[in-house]
């Protein structure tokens, strides 16, 4: 006792105030858990790839960056809103320093939206502000992301992945339109902004 009482810290506390020697505890207790959990990520990732079991999360579809522009899915005839038997929409991009193309796509309001992206050079970004949308586009990879507009307007959509020098002016934008537009197009048609 005489020895806990020439250390101010130790002597017994009012209630609600916690001991030097609980508080030192506690913290190496937590130390020791952090540590732990750490330990058990790292081991996860060495583990998954080591044995070849890293994958991309989302959607894991592979397509040749080199051949986008000749064949497939995301030749330049084919990129823009397309419409599905079901009424909902399909948009296709490709993003490439420093641009997307189509710059700008229209999109009916109110219906399901699937943007599928894929990139012809490095690694990009697709986001739009205040939605659900938000995905890395990787050469190699189609990138597809699934949403609804509510709400009729435009949407600025930055590149948000360092991509180089010209990164900072890579932009598009997302028009939400009335579905009257969409009304009566045969489902063959691809349309961008610039389709009256
Ligand atoms: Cu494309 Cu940053």
Not at 61 to 68: A, G, R, S, V
Not at 148 to 177: N, S
Request: aromatic share 6%; glycine share 6%; proline share 8%.
């Amino acid at each position: 006792m005489a020895e806990q009482s020439t250390n101010p810290l130790r002597r017994p506390l009012p209630d609600g105030i916690v001991p030097e020697d609980v508080v030192a505890r506690t913290e190496k207790r937590w130390i020791a858990t952090m540590a732990a959990m750490l330990l058990l990520m790292m081991a996860i990732i060495v583990v998954t790839g080591i044995t070849g079991a890293l994958h991309p999360s989302s959607n894991v579809e592979l397509i040749d960056p080199t051949t986008l522009h000749l064949q497939g899915e995301f030749v330049e005839s084919n990129l823009g809103t397309a419409l599905e038997p079901d009424r909902s929409v399909t948009v296709r991009m490709i993003a490439t320093q420093y641009d997307f193309v189509p710059q700008c796509v229209d999109v009916p309001v109110g219906v399901p939206v699937k943007f599928r992206l894929t990139s012809a050079d490095v690694v990009h970004g697709f986001l739009l502000p205040d939605t659900n949308v938000n995905t890395m586009v990787v050469p190699g990879f189609v990138a597809e992301v699934r949403t609804r507009f509510t709400q009729e307007g435009e949407y600025v959509m930055p590149c948000h992945e360092f991509c180089g020098l010209g990164h900072h002016a890579m932009w598009a934008h997302v028009r939400v339109v009335p579905q009257s537009r969409f009304a009566n197009p045969t489902f063959t048609e691809r349309r961008t902004c610039a389709t009256q």
